[in-house]
């Protein structure tokens, strides 16, 4: 009775999404402010470093400019600018852009390491206007440590979460890569968070880009897939220990987990909901997303509003993915090839099915990348 009761609910979700693909509304706008990082990281989709210094970052002065424009031709104060990396700390006139952001009437948080966070730094963060972070913590120290390529890394992490908590400032959110090595650590996680006053943590399954593609330590079986979504079940129960847990990852899980492991179902809405400017102006939407492919324009050239409104057909029309494993899938109604950033488009096929994974048939780059 529950899954009939979840699948009318369903049914009216997709009914819903599909407004939202003809109204597009922009709600979410990633800034990819860098390639740059002072880490560099085993997973990471983008195969950011230290080395990653491009000459066609955009300025301040061109991306200032940019937002100017976007809140002329929307309305600012119902758009969030998530900055992302690289490092976002690594630019020094981050805090100046994101002033000046805040000032049109945009909300913004960024995704960052923690490792160079300082009480300088929480300063600058709330002259700016700042309101939520996501800190990235893998493990016990061993394990993050290994993950993210670094000696002391766990350590300023941690430091850098403290600091966060105890301004008061911020929504602070620890996002977790769960992996083989720290798969057996998240009560210990769970525990420490808890601890440091955390309000929400994060857990993710690493998708097969970037330096992770050929790494099968990075990727989860299906049977431990299946027990990560009953874990996070159950946290979910616990509405009083903080932090509250959830799986965040645009994948289809299935009715028995849809609804449970995260606030709401399933929807990939890039394109649709989610805009992106990359580090060079690109105009796109997830930064992990094949750049070549799913390029819109260039803010040095276009008008953000005039691409999002006239181009970005490839998100919202998504019958073109409806070929090889998706084609006669029974799930296709609620699903439409799964995430984006988990379709190969060069090939045009899955990457990976998430659905399927549960079920345990584990998918094809995972089994080669292992030989």
């Not at 922009?26 to 880490?39: A, D, G, I, P, Q």
Request: glycine share 8%; charged share 25%; aromatic share 10%.
């Amino acid at each position: 009775m529950n899954n009939i009761f979840k699948a009318g609910k369903m049914k009216l979700w997709q009914k819903h999404c599909e407004t939202q693909r003809k109204e597009h509304p922009l709600t979410y706008l990633f800034w990819e402010c860098s390639l740059r990082c002072n880490l560099s990281c085993q997973h990471c989709g983008s195969s950011c470093g230290p080395n990653n210094i491009n000459s066609d970052e955009l300025s301040a002065a061109e991306i200032k400019q940019a937002f100017k424009t976007i809140a002329d031709d929307f309305d600012a104060k119902k758009i969030t600018i998530a900055v992302t990396g690289g490092e976002p700390l690594l630019r020094r006139d981050l805090f100046e852009v994101m002033g000046y952001a805040s000032e049109l009437g945009f909300s913004w948080g960024m995704v960052s390491n923690g490792t160079m966070i300082t009480p300088e730094v929480i300063d600058k963060m709330q002259k700016a206007g700042m309101s939520a972070i996501s800190i990235s913590l893998d493990g016990a120290e061993a394990n993050h440590n290994w993950l993210r390529n670094g000696r002391d890394v766990f350590a300023r992490a941690i430091n850098g979460i403290k600091l966060l908590v105890a301004a008061k400032t911020f929504d602070v959110e620890a996002i977790t890569c769960v992996n083989q090595n720290n798969y057996n650590e998240l009560d210990d996680i769970h525990r420490l968070l808890h601890g440091l006053g955390v309000d929400r943590w994060r857990m993710i399954t690493i998708s097969p880009v970037g330096r992770a593609k050929n790494n099968p330590k990075l990727f989860l079986s299906g049977r431990q897939f299946h027990d990560l979504l009953e874990y996070i079940k159950n946290k979910r129960l616990d509405k009083i220990n903080k932090p509250v847990a959830g799986y965040c990852d645009e994948g289809f899980l299935g009715l028995n987990m849809e609804g449970e492991v995260r606030d709401q179902l399933f929807y990939c809405w890039a394109g649709i909901h989610i805009g992106g400017i990359l580090f060079n102006g690109d105009i796109a939407s997830c930064p992990i997303l094949p750049r070549e492919y799913v390029r819109q324009g260039n803010i040095r050239q276009d008008r953000f509003s005039e691409v999002w409104n006239n181009k970005y057909q490839l998100f919202r029309d998504r019958a073109w993915r409806k070929c090889g494993e998706c084609k006669d899938c029974s799930w296709w109604e609620f699903c439409e090839g799964n995430s984006l950033h988990l379709w190969n488009f060069g090939e045009n096929k899955l990457t990976m099915c998430n659905y399927n994974l549960i079920n345990g048939k584990e998918p094809e780059q995972k089994n080669n990348a292992a030989l």
